[in-house]
């Protein structure tokens, strides 16, 4: 009896010594097949998701190059601007200073204000920002040249380099402009500005401020002033507020003491808005909320919530209320419907899930809880393909308990429904879209300006953990790469 237990525990020891050893060369080899190359192109990663649309023959090496689809190179600019990268010092209202990495000493970076059907062009210099420098052009669908994403359409603007970006703006609305090289920490140090596009005949408007809030070392920020900025402005005067969240976690703002309009999300105009008050505006990390009012006679306060950071009009020597929002604005149902160039009957030639997830597992040889996309880790996540003039569909589901602002390059989205409800006000465009825990919305495109073009979390600090993908036109290519050796890294 002795014997043959003895024996049974051997095997069985030994087998749990057989499985502790495949364990251990199965997570050994996740380990090992996580680890990106030194240097890749997004040309070589994810797998091809073709959303049920023809798949291509011959593969994607041959056709267009991302070098080629730049802005008009010839002709007169309409408006000029020279932005430079360089470390300043920069003070914020309180007092405190913060080491920032600025356009031109500031940071914000100088606001950008063009007219509609404008040839922009824009010299990038890069004084002394050691990791590099690219102007991404956050909401504007400019050509895939022109995106500025170091790695995917352009390299790096190392320092005694430059760049010139050249591109007509066509759209109107507000916008910004940041850096893609190492975003995460680049934007968050405070490389980024206000771009405004205004219409070709401008209507008449008193005050008319971009305002963005970001975050300095914890400290929060409207426009680089840590308090309130106040202003006297007369009664009866037509203001347009275009805020700006160039965080990468939701911001909300409250307007107290008057009613307002929202004119437009993420610089597309909405149908027929109708005076509010007291909602509460939340705006996704990258996302862009216009509101407009009439001075009434009493102050205004515009205040980034759970801060003492806002705009005070005519508030001298008046304390501000402290009644708080008693709603949340919601897009989905605010305007009128309008006309749209498609919609949800319409038969789509493409459709793509894309559902964030979180698992353990390894991110580039890093073990731990990772983001994922369809279930896989980057670089294993959808590279979802299409073809110029395709209709697009994606259901856009978040698994995970964070907030998620996709964004996605050089597209607008006609926002569907969410959590299977249809949109029921005005059209609802967005460029960044927020994402709660939990939720998931359907929305379309028309895939109208070839490319490869980011897809990803604005919560820069995800993309930066692999909240990121692409969207790639059939039959494009781009000889820019990722890595090490090239030092572009576009996250
Ligand atoms: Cu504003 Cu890819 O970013
Ligand atoms: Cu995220």
């Not at 401008?202 to 963005?212: S, V």
């Not at 419907?337 to 597992?361: K, Q, Y």
């Not at 393909?385 to 996605?408: C, F, K, Q, S, Y």
Request: net charge negative; charged share 20%.
């Amino acid at each position: 009896m002795g014997a043959v237990r003895t024996y049974a525990l051997r095997a069985l020891g030994g087998l749990i010594g057989v499985a502790g050893v495949l364990v251990l060369g199965w997570i050994g080899w996740l380990w090992y097949e996580s680890r990106l190359p030194n240097t890749y192109g997004v040309m070589e990663y994810g797998s091809h998701d073709h959303g049920g649309g023809p798949v291509p023959r011959g593969g994607h090496h041959s056709g267009i190059s991302v070098a080629d689809l730049r802005g008009p190179r010839a002709g007169a600019a309409d408006a000029r601007f020279t932005l430079t990268a360089l470390n300043a010092t920069i003070r914020l209202a309180s007092g405190r200073e913060v080491e920032a990495l600025t356009f031109d000493g500031v940071s914000p970076g100088p606001e950008l204000r063009v007219r509609q059907g404008e040839l922009v062009e824009v010299t990038l210099l890069n004084e002394d920002v050691a990791q590099g420098v690219t102007i991404h052009w956050h909401g504007v669908d400019v050509p895939n040249g022109e995106d500025g994403v170091a790695g995917v359409t352009q390299n790096a603007v190392l320092p005694g380099q430059r760049h010139v970006y050249r591109f007509r703006a066509e759209q109107v609305g507000t916008f910004w402009y940041h850096s893609h090289q190492v975003s995460s920490r680049e934007v968050r140090r405070g490389l980024f500005g206000a771009f405004v596009i205004e219409p070709a005949q401008p209507t008449r408007i008193d005050l008319d401020l971009a305002l963005a809030a970001h975050t300095f070392d914890g400290v929060a920020t409207l426009n680089g002033n840590d308090g309130f900025q106040s202003r006297k402005i007369s009664s009866g005067a037509s203001v347009r507020l275009r805020l700006l969240n160039t965080d990468g976690t939701p911001r909300r703002f409250t307007v107290q003491g008057t009613q307002f309009l929202v004119l437009a999300l993420d610089g597309t105009d909405l149908n027929e808005p109708t005076l509010i008050e007291n909602e509460m505006l939340e705006i996704a990390g990258g996302g862009r909320v216009d509101i407009a009012f009439t001075v009434p006679l009493a102050p205004v306060w515009i205040t980034l919530a759970e801060t003492e950071v806002g705009l005070a009009l005519n508030a001298d020597g008046v304390t501000r209320p402290i009644t708080e929002a008693s709603a949340e604005f919601d897009p989905s149902s605010y305007g009128e419907p309008a006309e749209t160039p498609f919609n949800a009957s319409n038969r789509f030639d493409r459709r793509f899930e894309l559902t964030i997830g979180r698992r353990p597992g390894f991110l580039d040889g890093r073990p731990g809880l990772q983001w994922t996309i369809n279930g896989g880790i980057f670089p294993h996540v959808p590279v979802f393909v299409v073809r110029e003039g395709d209709l697009v569909h994606v259901t856009i589901t978040n698994d995970t308990d964070a907030v998620h602002p996709m964004h996605r390059h050089g597209h607008h989205l006609l926002v569907l429904s969410r959590d299977g409800a249809p949109v029921s006000g005005s059209p609802w465009w967005t460029d960044t879209l927020n994402i709660e825990a939990g939720e998931r919305y359907e929305v379309a495109f028309r895939a109208d300006n070839p490319g490869i073009w980011m897809d990803h979390c604005h919560n820069l600090r995800h993309a930066a953990d692999g909240l990121t993908m692409h969207l790639m036109y059939e039959g494009v290519t781009t000889p820019f790469k990722i890595g090490d050796t090239t030092h572009n890294e576009p996250e």
